[in-house]
């Protein structure tokens, strides 16, 4: 029987102990998996918190459907009949631009007419397709990207909201090959972004003459997807589907190797001895357990910085809110000088999220850009959210609900050169094939990222499990 240490019980790091499971069945491998997490609850940054008949998502509130690695999850768990999709008014989304709630335009003809984008502006994206591919140079960043391709009020208006979005991050230092690969291949294969759309439209078309089923071209789509009671039913789920041990309360303090596998040093004095060790905890935790282990490695893990975000749930009477909620929200780019960087219209999102007349918002504040708002005071946050809401949507009451929650390290940062220290860290780890990493901080932040990850990770062990058995 392998023992098989996961250190994480976040998305990462249960997907990871569920993946080895199953898939040591199929290769017939008798395992037994350890999950140890320092918190006394499991999730990581997944939590569905209930109150006043509101619920509040502490971290990520979904994943899109158009991958099907968490669907996949999903159905190996039998906990696919209580997802919930998000409501169609949820397509609509908004960028506030110079005092103006603008709508994101859906095709060609709503991007004409949309004032979001000055005419300069379009005829500056209608460019693109003349500028050439990029040949070398290193790693370019988003804004490098946007400048170059799509030009300023784009990068302004489109790109930068995007990024505050997915990642709290700032285009100036966020890596375009690692925080948007497909982008990156596309200008490669095509030469640029308007001549990949008409190519893949045109592709997409003789699949559909010929019969095939094919999915969007317009990528990255696909419909948010969580359950009723939050999507904390997922990482339950998979909690409840492990037939190993998950060890709360207890934080790793240093990996040690020893003969023929690992010792794991706990923060209660404890000492585990097991086979295998599998990573799932943030960059900057995995550092510190492995110095002494794997100096070149807990250097690099420190390279990636993480940004620090709040997130602000507002509970109102319907009846009190004039403005129009019929949609997912809004991005504000870092131009406009706001205190926030969107606000979500959850209950407009998904049904049961607030009492009965009643609606919930969930703004975020602080990224890379503005780490200090992390230090706020928790009137001062409410202050400026609410102050934020009265010029964005005119909202001019005190909410009746209110939940701030705050996090440190709230989502890893892809600056330049990161796919380097990917490949670096890959080599300071080729004479431990016993010691595998895995989670958000390296090839994607996004919960369908974290459970491929997690199932490649997986495939590892299994990997390297057969080889010993050899």
Not at 48 to 65: A, T, V
Request: proline residues 4%; contains cysteine.
């Amino acid at each position: 029987m392998t023992r098989i240490a996961i250190i994480g019980a976040g998305i990462s790091g249960l997907a990871t102990a569920y993946a080895i499971e199953q898939q040591a069945k199929q290769a017939e491998i008798d395992v037994e998996t350890l999950v140890v997490e320092k918190e006394s609850r499991i999730g990581g940054k997944i939590l569905s918190i209930k109150e006043d008949g509101f619920l509040c998502e502490w971290g990520p509130n979904g994943f899109l459907d158009n991958k099907p690695m968490t669907l996949d999850l999903c159905r190996q768990l039998q906990i696919d009949q209580q997802l919930l999709r998000s409501d169609d008014n949820a397509r609509k989304r908004f960028i506030y631009s110079e005092q103006v709630l603008h709508q994101m335009p859906e095709n060609g003809p709503s991007f004409l007419k949309s004032k979001l984008i000055s005419w300069p502006g379009k005829f500056r994206l209608a460019g693109e397709m003349v500028v050439p591919k990029r040949q070398s140079g290193g790693d370019e960043t988003l804004a490098e990207f946007g400048r170059r391709r799509l030009g300023g009020e784009a990068l302004d208006k489109l790109i930068s909201p995007m990024v505050s979005g997915i990642f709290a991050g700032d285009p100036e230092t966020m890596s375009l090959k690692s925080c948007f690969p497909r982008i990156h291949e596309l200008e490669q294969q095509y030469g640029g972004l308007i001549m990949a759309m008409l190519r893949l439209a045109k592709k997409k078309r003789a699949e559909i003459k010929a019969g095939k089923a094919v999915a969007s071209a317009a990528g990255p789509g696909g419909v948010l997807t969580s359950f009723s009671g939050g999507i904390q039913e997922l990482t339950d789920g998979i909690a409840a589907a492990l037939s190993g041990t998950v060890l709360t309360g207890n934080a790793v303090l240093q990996i040690e190797q020893k003969q023929g596998g690992f010792l794991l040093n706990l923060d209660d004095g404890q000492q585990l001895e097991v086979d295998m060790v599998v990573t799932a905890a943030p960059a900057y935790a995995v550092a510190n357990m492995m110095d002494g282990l794997n100096d070149k490695s807990s250097t690099i893990l420190r390279q990636i910085p993480y940004a620090t975000m709040n997130v602000i749930c507002f509970g109102y009477q319907q009846e009190r809110i004039a403005f129009d909620l019929n949609g997912f929200g809004y991005l504000i780019p870092k131009a406009e000088g706001r205190d926030t960087l969107g606000t979500l219209w959850d209950s407009s999102i998904f049904s049961q999220r607030a009492p009965e007349g009643m609606v919930l918002l969930r703004s975020m504040m602080g990224g890379a850009a503005n780490p200090s708002a992390i230090e706020l005071s928790d009137a001062e946050v409410k202050a400026r959210t609410m102050n934020d809401l009265k010029q964005i949507m005119g909202i001019d009451c005190e909410p009746d609900f209110v939940k701030i929650f705050r996090h440190h390290h709230a989502i890893p940062q892809y600056t330049r050169g990161h796919a380097q220290r990917l490949q670096e860290l890959e080599n300071s780890l080729h004479d431990s094939p016993d010691l595998i990493l895995t989670g958000n901080a390296f090839y994607g932040v996004g919960l369908n990222d974290c459970v491929h990850a997690a199932n490649k990770a997986a495939a590892k062990v299994v990997v390297r499990l057969e080889k010993k058995r050899e």
